[in-house]
């Protein structure tokens, strides 16, 4: 598709499981980022990714949050031993380069049991 | 840090009225300013910005905004509301150094509710 592309868009895990989030940028985009939208919040910053570097991991809120854009296209955002307070809807965003417009992708809705 | 607030979580208008969606940032350095809407159960989807060209900048679906930097503002207005403008609003902030990525702050936003 033309779009940001994520998957699963909707995914219920158990407490302590461990999830993987995958995003398909915009083709040829070169920046991506990962956001964390909590209920009722705005979205906040995980990690963002030039090519298939890691710049910025300044708001993933623990080690066991994860992201790795191995061949600087898709990208996967992992979350191990899931805790409740990490159900919130995850946002992959893209844009073609640093300082051009960013797209959002739908999101995927992780809800912890 | 930079850093956004949306004043009024929450934001009813009648059909045909004058949307006015608040938005104040703080930034040490120039900032480049945007608005986002976020219709239910769907991503983010951009509904204009500013980057330091003119003040009044005009975005998809007839919506403007005007920077104003003697009051930190960059508030979202239409002149007639339509049902189908009822969503979710954002306004976000980043800075023009770019070096970082085009890192976004957003506001907590405004549900806007549009009433016959």
């Known amino acids: 598709g033309a779009g940001v592309s994520q998957s699963p868009r909707y995914k219920v895990a158990k407490r302590g499981q461990d999830v993987a989030l995958r995003c398909d940028p915009i083709?040829?985009?070169?920046?991506l980022f990962w956001y964390q939208q909590a209920l009722g919040q705005g979205p906040e910053f995980l990690t963002y990714?030039?090519?298939?570097?890691?710049?910025?991991k300044s708001g993933l809120p623990s080690d066991r949050f994860f992201a790795e854009r191995p061949e600087g296209s898709v990208s996967t955002l992992k979350i191990q031993r899931t805790q409740q307070e990490d159900s919130a809807v995850y946002l992959c965003?893209?844009?073609?380069?640093?300082?051009?417009?960013?797209?959002f992708g739908e999101g995927s809705w992780l809800t912890v049991v | 840090a930079q850093s956004v607030t949306q004043l009024g979580s929450h934001v009813s208008v009648s059909e045909g009225a004058l949307v006015l969606l608040r938005c104040n940032y703080s930034?040490?350095?120039?900032?480049?300013l945007f608005w986002y809407v976020q219709y239910p159960n769907q991503g983010l989807q951009l509904l204009l910005k500013?980057?330091?060209?003119?003040?009044l900048v005009k975005g998809i679906n007839g919506f403007e905004a005007e920077f104003k930097k003697s009051e930190t503002s960059f508030h979202l207005t239409k002149p007639s509301a339509h049902m189908s403008d009822a969503a979710e609003y954002f306004c976000?902030?980043?800075?023009?150094?770019?070096?970082?990525?085009?890192?976004?702050?957003f506001g907590t936003g405004t549900q806007l509710k549009v009433e016959l």
């Open positions: 990714f030039q090519n298939e570097a890691q710049l910025d």
């Open positions: 930034s040490s350095v120039p900032p480049y």
């Open positions: 500013y980057t330091s060209a003119a003040t």
């Open positions: 976000a902030v980043s800075d023009q150094n770019t070096g970082g990525g085009n890192k976004l702050t």
């Open positions: 083709s040829g985009h070169v920046s």
């Open positions: 965003a893209s844009s073609r380069d640093r300082g051009n417009t960013i797209y």
